[in-house]
């Protein structure tokens, strides 16, 4: 994929990325670091709880639906870095052997008003399951370089 950058984009585009199985070991591992709570890491207790099995946290599909865009290198050339997250939702939960992929659809594309070297990228992420059911719903806005105020700067650095 050729670098993009915010002029680049169009709203309505859509980006399908690749796709990850989750495993009980990778559910246990993240768990037992970051969100330690027994049906998440207790193969046992979670057959017997609300889920009536192991389940991944949140914060782990959280982490694997960044992982996969990243791997598409979208933003690669443009992204300044994201100020955060809006709505996040837990649609259903993710189970060992759950494959996902995250559809990403470009909703809103603004030119900063403060800061002309950049424009502002909203964007609405789906993480589905195999069965094409969603997991994880959020949105990120992104800060992106503009390709005017790039290229200005590589052909200064040329000088």
Known sequence: MSDRYFEDFKIGERFVSGEMTITEAGIIDFARQWDPQPFHTDVEFAKKWTFGGLVASGLH????????????????????????????????????????????????????????????ARIRQVTINQRGEPVVEQETVVFLKRRCVAMANMNRAAD
């Open 61 to 120: 599909i959280m982490a694997v639906t960044l992982k996969l865009w990243l791997e598409q290198g979208i933003f690669r050339a443009s992204s300044l870095g994201s100020p955060g997250l809006g709505e996040v939702q837990f649609a259903r939960p993710v189970r060992p052997g759950d494959t996902l992929r995250v559809v990403t659809d470009i909703v809103e594309l603004r030119a900063s008003t403060s800061r002309p070297d950049r424009g502002i």
